[in-house]
């Protein structure tokens, strides 16, 4: 017996956590190729914050609603052809991932409906809330690392923002080929963490010179991959500290208040390929796309947990996306939806 009413978080303006509110809405009915999903746990991601802002995938009306990936449980198809024809039965447990047009389908709800080609059956050996954390970080770290980079044994891999869910899955990432990882931060305040998740090495910015400090730890080669998510002039520093024929992936701009410097004389030098990494790039090609979900639902439990803070309760989600604008974070937050 479904709820009568399904509270649903829905973007009223254009803003942070402010923007959001928590309302009463009737749960949907699965219409065409969709299916109803009962939420169990979502993950909360930067993306969120600039898409209430208007930044990313813009939209025109509000409210809106918001919300890019979750983990689930199928409760109902749009008909019984797309039931006895699809590959998921009701009550299997599922993620939403990011293939769907969110400014339609949002994760943020109690109940919500998708394409059912936005949809993968979860790996039963993982659990609901480490799968809602995972997709969009993994995702990421493994078009960039694996993909464009082609990660192998023995690289050495400059991880910057080191406490981030994107930079844990990064590392999770480089560990698991075999690589080696230099993994930066501001200071020391999240060091301990980041070596306990993993990290080879790691670097404070503020008190030491990663140039220096990479080609120590390298005998003097220096950093065969560099994964940024900062951007701005300490860019400058990376592409100092790369290897020849390195690759450096820019996928995301955390310092968006500076322009990133593209040192073309270094990069010509060294024989650099670098790539600014939208995800979206291989997502939207099945061929891409298939192999990046085969690989991380079959390997996502042998990595450490992302997963930095939990909150409970769809009324708490507010209060989360507060958390996540504080930056001040180790790993993903979570918000347990259902039981």
């Known amino acids: 017996m479904l709820p009568i009413t399904n509270k649903v978080a829905l973007i009223t303006k254009k803003g942070f956590s402010e923007s959001f509110s928590i309302v009463d809405n009737e749960i949907p009915k699965p219409k065409g190729n969709e299916v109803l999903i009962k939420v169990d746990y979502v993950g909360l991601n930067r993306c969120d914050l600039y898409f209430s802002l208007g930044l990313y995938l813009p939209f025109e009306n509000y409210p809106n609603v918001s919300g890019f990936e979750a983990s689930g449980t199928v409760v109902e198809f749009a008909n019984d052809e797309l039931e006895n024809s699809s590959k998921f039965k009701v009550g299997d447990k599922v993620s939403v991932i990011y293939t769907c047009d969110h400014r339609k389908y949002g994760t943020f709800a109690e109940y ?3 394409p059912i080609g936005c949809l993968v059956k979860n790996n039963e050996l993982s659990s609901q ?8 970080s993994f995702f990421t770290a493994y078009y960039g690392l694996v993909e464009f980079a082609q990660i192998k044994k023995g690289d050495y891999v400059i991880i910057t923002a080191g ?8 590392i999770a990432i480089a560990k698991f080929f075999g690589a080696h990882t230099i993994v930066t931060s501001r200071n020391e305040k999240k060091k301990q963490q980041i070596l306990d998740y993993g990290a080879d090495y790691f670097v404070s910015l503020d008190t030491e010179d990663i140039v220096k400090r990479t080609f120590e730890i390298t005998n003097g080669k220096g950093a065969n991959i560099i994964y940024d998510s900062v951007g701005g002039q300490s860019a400058q520093k990376l592409f100092e500290s790369s290897s020849q024929f390195g690759k450096i992936v820019f996928y995301g701009n955390m310092n968006h208040s500076e322009p990133t410097p593209l040192p073309i004389l270094i990069g010509l030098k060294n024989y650099l390929t670098i790539k600014v990494l939208n995800t979206n790039e291989y997502l939207y090609q099945p ?8 690989f991380l639902n079959s390997n996502f439990h042998h ?5 930095g803070k939990e909150f409970i309760g769809i009324d708490s989600l507010v209060d989360a996306l507060k958390y996540l604008e504080t930056g001040d974070l180790f790993g993903k937050v979570v918000v347990k939806v259902n039981n």
């Open 303 to 307: 990595f450490k947990s992302i997963v």
């Open 129 to 136: 809330k480490e799968i809602a954390a995972n997709w969009i």
């Open 112 to 114: 919500a409906v998708f």
């Open 287 to 294: 061929e891409f796309n298939k192999k990046a979900i085969e």
């Open 163 to 170: 406490s981030a869910g994107t930079s844990l899955a990064g």
